[in-house]
């Protein structure tokens, strides 16, 4: 009987302790599913708020002023408020920017002319070459990239440079920059005899190769003033198409709230006053071969630079 009471006391136990550790399970169950909403709460906002910051701090409206495809006979003008860069330099009257902004235009250069010069830039770089995406080639100072580091072409091949480039070249490279010269100087109202070619004025070879010195680093936004000091006015020669010959390699002039892209095409001048109401970079080209020049402009004739001439 003890035996039998014992034995109905311990089931009665056994109950309660199953009924406890049930209520117990329920309850931890309770506490996941309440843990894993507070979780998924808590992720949901932090997105929210990432996606919130993203939106409201980057440059998220793209617009293209010139696309590839159209063809501008006339230039293109917008017009900025000029930045006070200006006044930290000598000011040159009929030159020194007072009214900036940027222009566009497709009728300064052929389109003949435009693959002329790719063909001087090409068999220029074939001598040499940036190890990385970037190449460049200076026909005034004659440096050229090659590997990581510069050559001067005109020491490093003296005589033989004239199996490369023919007077023929050299004309029509100053011919176009004092058609862009002139072009800058009308559209901005401006003296072109008080305008003069300044360093560096360069071609530009990209392609998709990844970046092996600072130097390849062609894709930073910058300001042509401040990084190059005796820039006014910038101008930029396509020699190859965009989505035709390259992908991605846009120029992107960056405003507060915008980017404003010019796409290139063999033969486009696209110009701009230098300071900072132009800052801008050039999008990475993720395939093919993109070919420019870089014709700069200052005010100041002490940082004058004389057109190139063949030795
Ligand atoms: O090649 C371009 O489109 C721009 C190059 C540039 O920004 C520069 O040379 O300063
Ligand atoms: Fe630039």
């Given at each position: 009987m003890a035996v039998q009471r014992r034995g109905n006391v311990k089931n009665s136990d056994s109950k309660a302790i199953e009924k406890k550790i049930k209520r117990a399970n329920a309850q931890r169950q309770t506490f996941t599913w309440r843990g894993f909403i507070i979780v998924l709460l808590l992720l949901t906002g932090s997105s929210a708020v990432v996606i919130w910051l993203y939106m409201s701090l980057s440059d998220d409206v793209t617009e293209t002023?010139?696309?590839?495809r159209e063809v501008l006979t006339e230039p293109r003008l917008f017009l900025v408020q000029c930045s006070?860069?200006?006044?930290?330099y000598k000011q040159f009257p009929g030159?020194?920017?007072k009214k900036c902004g940027r222009a566009v235009i497709d009728?300064?250069?052929t389109k003949e002319e435009a693959q002329a010069l790719r063909r001087l830039a090409e068999r220029g770089l074939s001598l040499g070459g940036s190890d990385g995406g970037a190449s460049i080639l200076d026909l005034h100072s004659g440096a050229l990239s090659m590997g990581k580091k510069f050559v001067n072409i005109y020491r490093y091949f003296s005589d033989q440079i004239r199996e490369v480039f023919t007077e023929e070249d050299f004309t029509l490279y100053r011919d176009v920059r004092g058609r862009i010269q002139r072009v800058i100087a009308e559209t901005f109202g401006l003296?072109?005899?008080q305008m003069y070619l300044t360093k560096p004025t360069f071609f530009s070879h990209i392609n998709s190769t990844s970046a092996k010195?600072?130097?390849?680093?062609?894709?930073h936004p910058h300001i042509d003033k401040v990084t190059y000091?005796?820039?006014?006015y910038t101008s930029l020669l396509y020699l190859t198409d965009y989505g035709?010959?390259?992908g991605g390699g846009r120029f992107i002039f960056m405003d507060p709230n915008s980017n404003r892209t010019v796409e290139p095409r063999a033969g486009r001048v696209s110009f701009f006053s230098?300071?900072?109401?132009?800052?801008h970079r050039v999008e990475k080209v993720v395939w093919g071969t993109r070919y420019a020049i870089t014709v700069s402009f200052t005010c100041d004739p002490d940082h004058a630079i004389a057109d190139p001439t063949l030795p």
């Open positions: 002023l010139v696309s590839r006070e860069d200006y006044e930290n030159c020194t920017p009728s300064v250069v003296d072109s005899s010195t600072t130097h390849d680093e062609y894709w000091g005796s820039f006014d035709v010959d390259f230098s300071g900072s109401e132009n800052l």
